[in-house]
């Protein structure tokens, strides 16, 4: 018997292969089945494949955006501030030859290289990591799903799930 208010339960494990995918789903439909709105939340973002076992009557996708900085190089006078200030080796700079550059695929979108710079030479843009989509399959349960793009950074982990009855 579960209370009124939320209960979330993790399925969660460091290693690939052990049956998270399996006990996350079949415990969700057994708990939609017995009257539960439930949610299901598919947390591998590097391959989910929750929806592999269900169908949906309706989707809702958005997408996740990171910010990571552009160089104006007309402004830029290649002192290496911005370098110094990456914790990530994000900034590639060789100043004699008056080359930089932003290595996309390492930057956190922390913002510290834009403080460093004195001379305004750093706005930022938008890129996409990826996305969330909500599978709505009946009025009580639905499915989130997190997905990166293809060729995006791995998120660091294996995947989860989360389960949400009440
Ligand atoms: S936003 Fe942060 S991680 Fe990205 S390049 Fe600038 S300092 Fe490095
Ligand atoms: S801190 Fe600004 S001026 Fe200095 S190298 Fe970086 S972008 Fe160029």
Redesign the pocket.
Known sequence: MINNSTLKIAIASGKGGTGKTFIATNLYITLQQKGYETTLVDCDAEEPNDMIFFESIKETSYDITQ???VIDESKCTYCSR?QE????N??FILPPSKIIN?IED?????????V?CRFDAITEKDIVLGTVTSFERTKKSRIIEARTRVGGCSPGSHGNDWISPR
């Open positions: 910010k990571v900085p911005c200030y990456c914790n990530y994000a900034i932003v390492l930057c956190h979108g922390c913002g510290a290289c834009s460093a």
